[in-house]
């Protein structure tokens, strides 16, 4: 591994023979550089990063994924974390593109954006959230290129004995990407007893403030018990700081009805108002991007609207006038995904639905990926029981859908769709679920990554329908058993089939 230490160098203010990142910034080869990302497969990136013992960077994001592209308009374009891609070697890789969703069963991903570290050993450093502070990346990225250790490593080390941890350590577990990973812990381990212990053993009260908002997530899971004095006094430190509550606002902007349910009932008012209040007047701090700004208002809107009430004309036109301003702001059609999703879920948290039917139509003529937006105009209909409307915009994203994951993706919640709005167009369904299974050219994809999930989902779904109906299983079930019968004995696929249809394991060759 000795060349990486010069690589570390780079990254560490100490390491006096090289220069820092910021040094890096300031001589920066080209004005409007941007990341090279690496050309060829992921098999030969690996065998690169071997032979030049460089870590990998690795991103998995979607065209039309609304937090991919706010990833690319914000963290992407920074000049200093383009800088530090250099010191790896960064690979895009497109859920669409061939294997992608074997890839993504491999490194365990379940979603858009996945942005994780790897050693040359090909070993997991760490795994970034796709949400937190812009002003953070980088140094969650200097973190795991400084340590080159693994981290199912430093969660072992947490589990057994928290106080034998770094500050670094706590740091890159504090800014782990715990939502994206279902692995990242023991099968066995305990979340909520690990996330309280770090909370109470962090060196910094950032890193504490994150832990803690962690632990009450799990909390929720676990039991959904009531806090206690203690915790709630803590909850209410966190809301009382702006920094703390800026270190968490991914969990603060969008878990208020969840923990706030939880809070003791002689608490729950004040500590209601201190959180909408704080986050909404934080709304505007620096280091948040747009999208995340107006998230500023999810807190305030669930208060506000969580008996039916219809929010004061004053606050309708406030919200107008604010996504109106942004809007303006935000001319790049990419950028927009990220940015015009957050305003129609705005207008939607406010029941302001007419004004988010409009913004979505009019984003159809400017967007990169309208088949997105035309998905939400779907589930706008038919949340309003307007079915006849809602099928016509779901089969419309389906058609106009593009990539073949993409475009499986899609076509399986228009037939969903079918399913819940019109069971009894039963020729249309069968025929909609059959067709799906000829998007891929090759056809063991539909057993892998999010694929599978969602023709999992649908196999389920459609075997429920045909019980209710009296229906033979048909063409449908038959296509998937015979793919099965082709799959590997032992392989990915040929384990997912097993878990598939309602007879159970298939046999595999």
């Known amino acids: 591994m000795k060349k990486l230490i010069p690589i570390i160098c780079l990254l560490l203010a100490g390491c006096s023979e090289a220069p820092t990142t910021s040094q890096l910034s300031a001589k920066k080869e080209t004005k409007d550089a941007s990341i090279v990302w690496y050309d060829g497969t992921i098999e030969s990136a690996f065998a690169r990063a071997a032979e030049e013992e460089k870590p990998i960077f690795l991103y998995w994001g979607a065209v039309w994924c609304p937090p991919c592209q706010e990833i690319k308009s914000t963290v992407f374009k920074s000049q200093e974390f383009i800088n530090l891609t250099r010191l790896f070697i960064p690979v895009y890789l497109d859920g669409d593109t061939e294997r992608a969703q074997s890839w993504g069963d491999k490194f365990g991903v379940m979603g858009y954006p996945t942005m994780i570290v790897f050693n040359p050993e090909r070993e997991e450093l760490t795994r970034l959230p796709g949400n937190i502070d812009i002003s953070r990346y980088n140094a969650v990225l200097d973190l795991s290129l400084n340590q080159m250790r693994p981290i199912s490593d430093i969660v072992q080390m947490a589990i057994d004995d928290t106080t034998t941890l770094t500050d670094a350590d706590f740091r890159q577990l504090a800014y782990y990407s715990w939502f994206q990973d279902v692995s990242a812990l023991p099968e066995n381990a305990d979340r909520q007893a690990l996330f309280a212990s770090l909370a109470e053993h962090s060196p910094e009260d950032e890193l ?21 004095g203690s915790e709630t006094d803590q909850l209410q430190t966190i809301l009382s700081s702006d920094e703390l509550t800026l270190a968490a606002w991914d969990t603060l902007a969008y878990w208020t009805e969840e923990v706030l349910a939880v809070v003791p009932e002689s608490r729950r008012d004040g500590l209601a108002e201190q959180w909408w209040q704080q986050t909404f007047d934080l709304r505007f701090a620096e280091n948040l991007s747009k999208a995340e700004k107006l998230s500023g208002w999810f807190p305030r809107l669930y208060l506000l609207t969580r008996h039916g009430e219809v929010l004061p004309d004053e606050i309708q036109n406030q919200i107008r006038a604010e996504i109106e301003a942004v809007d303006r702001a935000t001319p790049d059609s990419f950028e927009r995904q990220s940015v015009v999703n957050q305003m129609a879920h705005v207008y939607r948290q406010a029941g302001m639905i007419a004004d988010a ?24 209909a038919e949340r309003e029981a307007q079915f006849g409307e809602a099928l016509t915009w779901r089969r419309k994203a389906y058609d106009t859908a593009e990539g073949q994951a993409t475009r499986f993706e899609w076509g399986t919640d228009y037939v969903r769709a079918l399913i819940r709005m019109s069971p009894q167009d039963e020729d249309h369904i069968n025929q909609q679920a059959i067709a799906l299974l000829g998007e891929f050219d090759d056809q063991s994809q539909l057993l892998a990554g999010r694929n599978f999930r ?29 793919l099965c019968s082709e799959q590997p004995a032992g392989s990915a696929e040929a384990q997912n089939c097993s878990n598939l249809l309602p007879n159970g394991a298939v046999a595999a060759s």
């Open 357 to 380: 039917k409009m913004l979505l139509i009019e984003e159809l003529e400017k967007s990169a990926s309208p088949y997105y937006f035309m998905r939400s105009l779907g589930g706008i």
């Open 208 to 228: 504490s403030s994150r832990f803690f908002m962690l632990y009450l997530l799990a909390k929720l899971d676990v039991d959904g018990s009531v806090l206690t």
């Open 454 to 482: 969602r023709l999992q989902r649908l196999s389920a779904e459609l075997t429920d329908w045909r019980e209710s109906r009296l229906l033979e299983a048909g063409e449908f079930n038959a296509t998937i058993q015979a």
